[in-house]
């Protein structure tokens, strides 16, 4: 794989700031979901299931976007201090093609497929 050239960067950085503002939003939009269902609302059993389970499932949904808020905000650091775009494992250059699919990534496709693989 070729490292990086300036431009391919910037478009990625741009990627990640887009992606950052949308994680950011949707998991603002998740929070009001997500708020505690008031088991005092005069509502019947089935609706109250219904509410918690949407509840459970805006806090999973949440819980992911949190995740990779995160990963996003590691890889426009790693931009910033000029390590972005080589695997964390074998220190690999990643290569635009994956990176522009999922900029966020840490990991060389190679390395993915063993983490996954592991299970882990
Ligand atoms: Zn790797």
Do not use: W
């Not at 949190?66 to 790693?78: I, T």
């Not at 775009?85 to 093609?97: D, H, L, N, S, V």
Request: glycine share 8%.
């Amino acid at each position: 794989m070729t490292e990086l050239d300036e431009q391919q960067l910037e478009e990625l950085r741009r990627n990640l700031e887009t992606l950052r503002s949308e994680l950011g939003a949707q998991r603002q939009r998740g929070e009001a979901n997500a708020a505690p269902v008031d088991v005092n609302l005069p509502i019947g059993r089935l609706t109250r299931m219904d509410a918690l389970q949407q509840q459970h499932m805006a806090r999973a949904s949440q819980e992911g976007h949190g995740l990779r808020l995160r990963e996003v905000a590691v890889a426009l650091a790693a931009i910033d201090s000029g390590d972005y775009g080589y695997c964390r494992q074998c220190g690999e250059a990643i290569g635009f093609p994956r990176l522009k699919a999922r900029p966020e990534t840490r990991y060389c496709i190679h390395c993915q497929d063993n983490i996954e693989s592991r299970g882990a």
